[in-house]
T-cell receptor
Framework: GAVVSQHPSWVICKSGTSVKIECRSL??????MFWYRQFPKQSLMLMAT?????????EQGVEKDKFLINHASLTLSTLTVTSAHPEDSSFYIC?????????????FGQGTRLTVV | AQTVTQSQPEMSVQEAETVTLSCTYD???????LFWYKQPPSRQMILVIR??????QNATENRFSVNFQKAAKSFSLKISDSQLGDAAMYFC???????????????FGGGTRVLVKP
């Protein structure tokens, strides 16, 4: 199946700083990527849909100024957590579909564990 | 909006036995996809099986099979001959077949934790 690579796998940052998470589709192009947040022992919560060459679509309740999403190319989307606070500590996962093949399944990155101290 | 419900927070199964995970969903659409994803302790999401709503035949992938009841909006997963490596969180997910960005997103159920006893 298609491969989605997410980097970094884990990051620790200080309160007030920003951290960037990258999501790459390694062997396919993705005009759309998705960013999820997962709290311990809970399901994945969709944060936003990242659209190549245009603005991201955020889910209700997600602060777009805090979670900046950029999808500058067909293989890369980035999520930047700005002015991070301890409550932003979580597991963030991206996913993408290989729309070229029309395959309906989504492939996921390895996830990024963010800890804000 | 579509919703997906997994009513079993946790299921326990003896190694080599069979376990069935429940999933129900709500939608007004007639064409869509359903998935089961596995999330082991590594937290990497792994696709287990998928079902197209227009197909009446239940999907099967080796030891994993589904019971898809479209009228009842039910999509259960059966794991046969359970192995220790099957221990994980399992998420049921729904996706519309509509070709637009919003229609591509997955809606997940709350998850079921599967414990496999040796």
């Amino acid at each position: 199946g298609a491969v989605v690579s997410q980097h970094p796998s884990w990051v620790i940052c200080k309160s007030g700083t920003s951290v960037k998470i990258e999501c790459r589709s390694l062997d396919f192009q993705a005009t759309t990527m998705f960013w999820y947040r997962q709290f311990p022992k809970q399901s994945l919560m969709l944060m936003a849909t990242s659209n190549e060459g245009s603005k991201a679509t955020y889910e209700q309740g997600v602060e777009k100024d805090k979670f900046l999403i950029n999808h500058a190319s067909l293989t890369l989307s980035t999520l930047t957590v700005t002015s991070a606070h301890p409550e932003d500590s979580s597991f963030y996962i991206c996913s993408a579909r290989d729309q070229r093949t029309g395959s309906p399944e989504a492939f996921f990155g390895q996830g990024t564990r963010l800890t804000v101290v | 909006a579509q919703t997906v419900t997994q009513s079993q927070p946790e299921m326990s199964v003896q190694e080599a036995e069979t376990v069935t995970l429940s999933c129900t969903y709500d939608t007004s659409e007639s064409d869509y996809y359903l998935f089961w994803y596995k999330q082991p302790p590594s937290r990497q999401m792994i696709l287990v099986i998928r079902q197209e709503a227009y197909k009446q035949q239940n999907a099967t992938e080796n030891r994993f099979s589904v019971n898809f009841q479209k009228a009842a909006k039910s999509f259960s997963l059966k794991i046969s001959d359970s192995q220790l490596g099957d221990a994980a969180m399992y998420f049921c997910a729904y996706r519309s077949s509509m070709i637009k960005a919003a229609g591509n997103k997955l809606t997940f159920g709350g998850g079921t934790r599967v414990l496999v006893k040796p």
